[in-house]
């Protein structure tokens, strides 16, 4: 079973949900509102999406071999691999020293290698298990927050 996902969507106010709105020669009819999906992000979806984007993101330097991740590239924009070895990068000094860098270079053998500092963030990939798993607490921590996006207050008991 399938959990649904927790991020709640409304229909774009600029088209009303077609995905078209004035035309222009690069982008054609798309809507800039809705960037063409027809729905937008409630305020707190944004707030919920965010949320699982922080729970799903982790250091490059955490990254173990075998492991399948997202690496953002530019907006909205990523390259999923999968690190077959994972090494802390390293340099070598005018006198064959080899030097460890701030760095870590997810290699792949099928694909191109990687190399990120160790502080850039990635997003790891889990199994379906993991998203339910995933959505059912985002979908508490949704139920906790306004429609404004802002966490409930306490309720005074008498």
Same mark, same amino acid.
């Given at each position: 079973?399938?959990?649904?996902?927790?991020?709640?969507?409304?229909?774009?106010?600029?088209?009303?949900?077609?995905?078209?709105?004035?035309?222009? @020669?690069?982008?054609?009819?798309?809507?800039?509102?809705? +960037?063409?999906?027809?729905?937008?992000?409630?305020?707190?979806?944004?707030?919920?999406?965010?949320?699982?984007?922080? @729970?799903?993101?982790?250091?490059?330097?955490?990254?173990?071999?075998? @492991?399948?991740?997202?690496?953002?590239?530019?907006?909205?924009?990523?390259?999923?691999?999968?690190?077959?070895?994972?090494?802390?990068?390293? +340099?070598?000094?005018?006198?064959?020293?080899?030097?460890?860098?701030?760095?870590?270079?997810?290699?792949?053998?099928? @694909?191109?290698?990687?190399?990120?500092?160790?502080?850039?963030?990635?997003?790891?990939?889990?199994?379906?298990?993991?998203?339910?798993?995933?959505?059912?607490?985002?979908?508490?921590?949704?139920?906790?927050?306004?429609?404004?996006?802002?966490? +409930?207050?306490? +309720?005074?008991?008498?």
């Amino acid at each position: 079973m399938t959990v649904e996902s927790p991020i709640e969507r409304e229909t774009c106010g600029r088209c009303g949900g077609t995905g078209h709105y004035s035309y222009n @020669q690069i982008e054609g009819s798309r809507c800039f509102g809705c +960037r063409g999906k027809g729905t937008v992000l409630t305020k707190r979806g944004e707030v919920v999406a965010k949320w699982i984007n922080e @729970q799903l993101s982790m250091k490059a330097s955490e990254v173990v071999a075998g @492991q399948t991740i997202k690496i953002p590239l530019s907006f909205n924009r990523f390259v999923v691999k999968t690190a077959e070895e994972v090494v802390m990068c390293e +340099r070598v000094t005018p006198s064959g020293e080899r030097v460890p860098v701030k760095g870590v270079c997810l290699i792949s053998h099928s @694909q191109n290698n990687v190399t990120m500092g160790v502080d850039d963030k990635v997003i790891r990939i889990g199994t379906i298990e993991d998203r339910d798993s995933l959505y059912t607490a985002a979908a508490e921590y949704r139920d906790s927050l306004t429609k404004a996006g802002k966490p +409930r207050k306490a +309720r005074a008991t008498k």
